[in-house]
């Protein structure tokens, strides 16, 4: 069964309106008559986060949610909220503190809406239907305060350690989808470890996919998370099917959202299909290649 959401999350969402995830940092009370009669309203969602969020309404939402206190007691007292919305279908949203620096750089998040194709290697209504869903290009949470340890190892792709708040980061998204609409989030993660957490609440939208990474994490099973995102880096995981190391996964996973979908993912056809096709894989770690590496390269400590 499938992780939900903390109810409280759903009654806060419920409980911001419109106006305050959409109020404007200036006064609207100092337009001209000029201003007033030649303002464009069609155009006045342009400067919107996904074209309806304030960069003051983000602000109330974290707030609410509750991730300003958390980051005031990771010690980011001076936080700096910019979004990018000049790309028409690409937004970026940057959290730093103290300035608007990279060294100081908190959280970055690019999203944008796309459109999905459902195409299942099983007979299904849905296949060839498609649902506008919401993408994340990229997700980064971390801090510069903070340096790795043999309890917070470093992993693939980190500068500096995480901020512990990446599962809150996701279900926020995930109300961010539903508040527009869409059918499901989508993410591409890039490293095992992402996938891993991930996969409490997230689908491979290719069953194949979610096929081969439960083979992985089932053949994995005696290795911690960190220790096998390393080895599939190093390519010391072994595809023993096909007698090669094993290439990662690139695929979208999927919070679906959308009735249709839940029924879907959570179908004994999507199930089924995928528990036979699993058994068809088969990984091992190559500990001795894995530990030569590790001396080698350096930047892992294991837990």
Not at 145 to 172: T, Y
Not at 200 to 222: G, S
Request: aromatic share 12%.
């Amino acid at each position: 069964m499938k992780y939900k959401i903390p109810k409280r999350y759903w009654r806060i969402a419920k409980r911001l309106t419109i106006a305050e995830l959409q109020e404007s940092n200036t006064s609207d009370a100092f337009f001209s008559e000029k201003d007033l009669f030649e303002v464009n309203i069609a155009r006045r969602s342009e400067g919107l986060f996904l074209g309806f969020y304030s960069k003051k309404g983000i602000q109330t939402a974290f707030e609410r949610y509750g991730i300003i206190k958390q980051l005031k007691e990771r010690g980011f007292n001076d936080l700096i909220f910019e979004i990018d919305t000049s790309d028409p279908y690409i937004h970026r949203l940057i959290i730093y503190d103290g300035k608007a620096d990279s060294s100081r750089l908190l959280i970055e998040v690019v999203l944008r809406k796309k459109v999905i194709e459902i195409q299942m290697p099983f007979s299904n209504r849905l296949n060839g239907k498609m649902f506008e869903s919401l993408a994340i290009e990229w997700l980064c949470m971390q801090n510069p305060n903070k340096s790795f340890s043999d309890e917070k190892p470093r992993l693939p792709g980190q500068k500096h350690p995480g901020l512990g708040m990446a599962s809150k980061a996701v279900e926020i998204l995930i109300i961010t989808a539903w508040r527009l609409h869409l059918a499901g989030l989508l993410n591409t993660p890039d490293h095992f470890h992402n996938a891993y957490l991930y996969s409490r609440i997230f689908y491979y939208l290719n069953p194949e996919n979610q096929a081969r990474f439960m083979a992985l994490c089932r053949d994995l099973k005696d290795y911690s998370p960190d220790m096998i995102s390393w080895a599939v880096e190093w390519g010391v995981v072994i595809d023993e099917i096909q007698n090669r190391p094993m290439e990662w996964i690139i695929g979208e996973q999927i919070v679906p959202l959308h009735s249709d979908l839940k029924e879907l993912f959570e179908s004994a056809d999507y199930q089924n299909w995928v528990k036979e096709k699993s058994r068809l894989f088969k990984f091992r770690l190559d500990i001795d290649k894995f530990k030569n590496m590790r001396a080698k390269l350096g930047g892992y400590n294991e837990a």
